[in-house]
T-cell receptor, first 115, second 114 residues
Framework: EPEVTQTPSHQVTQMGQEVILRCVPI?????FYWYRQILGQKVEFLVS????????KSEIFDDQFSVERPDGSNFTLKIRSTKLEDSAMYFC?????????????FGPGTRLLVL | AQSVAQPEDQVNVAEGNPLTVKCTYS??????LFWYVQYPNRGLQFLLK????DNLVKGSYGFEAEFNKSQTSFHLKKPSALVSDSALYFC????????????WGAGTKLIIKP
């Protein structure tokens, strides 16, 4: 069964450093998402991406964040200058097509720790 | 504002007993509701969803959920719990005035005791 994959599984970085989190969505999916979950808190939406552009973003997704689909398979989240409060589990998700009823399938997450 | 509530931080059930994990929602218009499960050190796995039609929805691993419009609830149920069902369960709703983002509940830790 196809799965969303994410690398790395864990990332430790120093405050102020740039990090890139990588995701490979399910191959025939067209809509991509990033969510994050700070330890002990709710899952929060960051951004959605379709047709090579951001379709929606939350207020969390400020200028420090960017997303890219550099090739036909990868979907990346870049945090330009990490802050302590960026420490969280970051989940990538994808779904096949439009429609409110479409199921989003999630990757295993990348646990980011900013020191 | 659109929101999802999971009123219980933790639910304890003996193996073999029925289980219920509660979820209520507040959205504009018709909701699209989802349940996901998260096992330790794993991602969010889709369990089931309600879009339209029959209020009782069946999903993976023997789980089902009942959509109740009048009570704005979408409780997750299973007739007979297994120890392996122990995990973190999240209810989520699709926001209709946006593209496709999901709004999440805080999660309920389900503990099944042998």
């Amino acid at each position: 069964e196809p799965e969303v994959t994410q690398t790395p599984s864990h990332q430790v970085t120093q405050m102020g450093q740039e990090v890139i989190l990588r995701c490979v969505p399910i191959s025939n999916h067209l809509y991509f998402y990033w969510y994050r979950q700070i330890l002990g808190q709710k899952v929060e939406f960051l951004v959605s991406f379709y047709n090579n552009e951001i379709s929606e973003k939350s207020e969390i997704f400020d200028d420090q964040f960017s997303v890219e689909r550099p090739d036909g398979s990868n979907f990346t989240l870049k945090i330009r200058s990490t802050k302590l409060e960026d420490s969280a589990m970051y989940f990538c998700a994808s779904n096949r097509g439009p429609g409110q009823g479409e199921t989003q399938y999630f990757g295993p997450g990348t646990r980011l720790l900013v020191l | 504002a659109q929101s999802v509530a999971q009123p219980e931080d933790q639910v304890n059930v003996a193996e073999g007993n029925p289980l219920t994990v509660k979820c209520t929602y507040s959205v504009s218009g018709n909701p699209y509701l989802f349940w996901y499960v998260q096992y330790p050190n794993r991602g969010l796995q889709f369990l089931l969803k309600y879009i339209t039609g029959d209020n009782l929805v069946k999903g993976s691993y023997g789980f089902e959920a009942e959509f109740n419009k009048s009570q704005t609830s979408f409780h997750l149920k299973k007739p007979s719990a297994l120890v392996s069902d122990s995990a973190l369960y999240f209810c989520a709703v699709r926001v209709l005035d946006s593209n496709y983002q999901l709004i999440w509940g805080a999660g309920t830790k389900l503990i099944i005791k042998p």
